[in-house]
């Protein structure tokens, strides 16, 4: 446990130092949440009623959603694996005693935390002092927050159990460009990425809320801002245990096997 | 204690010829074509021992140095280090040997060494102490006080393969194999690292297993050599076996003053000009210093030299013979 908290340490350290990727990145997030929610109050003005969410609950969501993008972004890759299995740097890495699926676990849970840290503060912080009608508010009870809390911890070990198996398909594929890509779209648009869950059609809403991709941070912004709640939450967060649990296991064994087949480029 | 027995290995590699063509049909159909890199590769290496591993490039010594390492899992055979099989064991083999794979870096490219050390420190568990001792041992020995500090990216080869040396130190392994660990190094580093890896071998009693294309390095360093070609083991014995097996002829080149001196039984005139002869002699009839001494009976020498064959030409020698 000691060495992974070793990793997660250094990967930690490491990725803090760039504040000025992060200071970059915050203007992007305070833009585009702006935006998203001037989009959504036109909207709203039109027929506040015909939105499965209301609009405070909408303002949650974006402004969650911005300051905890690093945590949860679909599209976001450590680049460092997939050139360590590209370039054959992998035979470095298994010969260290660490299972490779935990280093790398936790060298993204790092990379995440940290960018994370660096950005979340001030996007709050912003979103809990503009006036009008855009201000963010608190959850609704202590009860939900702690809710939150877990589903967010949750969500990000999905995102995380999730990317790994894209990792491990760069040991079959070699470029894993395709997978990537493919990823980032399709993923990032039914985790609720683009437009909240309830505001897909019906059909389809039913159908993604079930996917593992729901268990993503479509859970914690909706529990956040209220929009599920009690035993619905608890529900969610059962869904994203039993995606965690699935997709780990899942991810686990094809590393097995494909560690088994492993072959080193270059020599 | 390691043990290999019959061990083989194959990949599968895409082949297509150049062209646009030839990249368009690749789309439909891919030619594959299987190699063997391994072919009932069988050794033992006790504790303690330095065993060089030599071979033309593609001959399977990286190969064999990853199922060591438990990295690849062979097709078939047998292989058992320290009572465990690498690739069935790995995390628990691999706590007890120490890798350098000479075209590949383990430090992190933008963070001073010390902090990729500190890492690994903890990767492998070692104890604070225990860490600065070696640590402490390791940076006098292969010069690393001025780089430490140093982030990987700004170090010249020589500097960070000594780094990478020391990386793969830090958890005293009993068992160190270096694929090319002298690779892209000047000549000071060069015997720097060969002094360090010799004194390694004989204060700790590491086991040493070093694939190199260097030939000083087998010199310098190791008393047992294993040939591979294509796949197979073809010798497996000592620097000097080989030597007299490759070759048995020694040269002699001598500067005289005065009359050119009379050829004895066993010395082959190779070259002569004014004032300086080329012998090749045949050890089985005259020995060299016999033939120096016979030479100097009747001539002044001015100067002498007597060689043997280089173990460069040796291997050369060897490749030639098993045509590989």
Redesign the interface.
């Known amino acids: 446990m000691?060495?992974y908290?070793?990793?997660f340490r250094?990967r930690f350290s490491?990725t803090i130092q760039y504040r000025a990727a992060a200071a970059a990145g915050m203007v992007t997030q305070y833009a585009w949440g702006f935006m998203e929610l001037l989009m959504f109050s036109a909207f709203y003005r039109v027929s506040p009623e015909a939105f499965p969410m209301t609009f405070q609950q909408t303002v949650n969501y974006v402004w969650i959603q911005q300051a905890f993008l690093a945590l949860f972004m679909t599209w976001f890759w450590e680049m460092e694996i997939f050139d360590t299995i590209t370039s054959?740097?992998?035979?470095?890495e298994?010969?260290?005693?660490?299972?490779l699926y935990g280093r790398w676990f936790c060298q993204s849970l790092a990379t995440r935390a940290a960018r994370c840290v660096l950005r979340a503060l001030p996007i709050l912080l912003v979103a809990f002092l503009i006036p009008g009608p855009l201000r963010m508010t608190l959850p609704p009870d202590a009860g939900q927050f702690v809710l939150f809390l877990v589903s967010t911890v949750l969500a990000l070990f999905v995102v995380v159990a999730f990317s790994m198996l894209i990792y491990i398909s760069a040991f079959y594929t070699v470029s894993a460009v395709g997978m990537r890509v493919m990823a980032a779209v399709l993923v990032d648009f039914l985790a609720g990425g683009i437009v909240p869950l309830p505001f897909f059609p019906p059909f389809l809403r039913s159908i993604a809320e079930l996917l593992p991709f729901a268990a993503m941070q479509n859970m914690p912004l909706r529990i956040y801002s209220g929009n599920i709640a009690g035993a619905d939450a608890l529900w969610g967060i059962a869904l994203q245990v039993f995606w965690l649990v699935v997709m780990g296991l899942a991810g686990r064994r094809w590393m097995r096997r494909a560690q088994?087949?492993?072959?080193?480029q270059?020599? | 204690m390691i043990e290999l027995q019959d061990i083989c290995k194959t990949?599968r590699v895409m082949k297509r010829k150049t062209g646009f063509g030839q990249a368009l049909k690749a789309l439909y159909s891919r030619e594959t074509e299987t190699i063997h890199a391994l072919d009932n590769v069988s050794f033992k290496v006790g504790d303690g021992e330095m065993v060089g591993y030599i071979g033309p490039n593609g001959a399977g010594k990286?190969t064999t140095i990853?199922i060591m390492?438990?990295?690849?899992?062979p097709d078939s055979g047998l292989c058992s280090i320290n009572g465990r099989t690498p690739?069935k064991d790995?995390?628990?083999h691999?706590?007890h040997?120490g890798?350098v794979?000479g075209?590949?870096?383990?430090l992190?490219w933008d963070?001073p060494v010390g902090?990729s050390f500190?890492?690994i420190r903890?990767?492998?568990?070692v104890e604070q102490k225990a860490y600065r001792e070696t640590l402490d041992e390791l940076t006098e020995l292969l010069n690393l006080s001025e780089i430490l500090k140093t982030p990987t990216r700004s170090l010249s080869l020589g500097q960070r393969m000594r780094c990478e040396i020391a990386a793969s130190l830090l958890h005293r392994p009993q068992m160190l194999f270096l694929d090319e660990p002298t690779i892209g190094l000047d000549a000071v580093s060069k015997i720097a690292v060969r002094q360090f890896i010799k004194r390694l071998n004989r204060e700790q009693g590491t086991t040493v297993i070093l694939t190199t294309h260097d030939m000083q390095d087998i010199e310098a360093l190791t008393e047992r050599i294993l040939l591979i070609g294509k796949g197979r083991i073809l010798l497996d014995g000592s620097l000097a076996e080989l030597k007299r097996r490759a070759s048995v002829q020694k040269i002699l080149v001598v500067e005289y003053s005065g009359a050119q001196p009379e050829l004895a039984a066993g010395m082959n005139l190779c070259e002569s000009r004014e004032g300086r002869m080329i012998l090749t002699l045949d050890p089985a009839v005259i020995s060299a210093s016999d033939a120096i001494a016979r030479i100097a009976a009747q001539t002044e020498i001015t100067d002498v030299a007597v060689s043997g064959i280089s173990a460069e030409e040796m291997v050369a020698a060897l490749y030639e013979e098993y045509q590989i």
């Not at chain 1, 088994?260 to 080193?264: E, I």
């Not at chain 2, 390492?69 to 899992?73: A, D, K, P, S, Y």
Request: glycine content about 8%; proline content about 2%; overall charge positive.
């Open positions: 000691k060495a908290l070793a990793v250094i490491h054959g740097s992998i035979a470095y298994m010969a260290r005693p660490l299972d088994a087949n492993v072959v080193v270059g020599g | 990949f990286s990853k390492c438990g990295i690849l899992t690739w790995r995390t628990a691999v706590k040997i890798v794979f075209q590949r870096s383990q992190w963070v902090d500190e890492l903890d990767i492998y568990r």
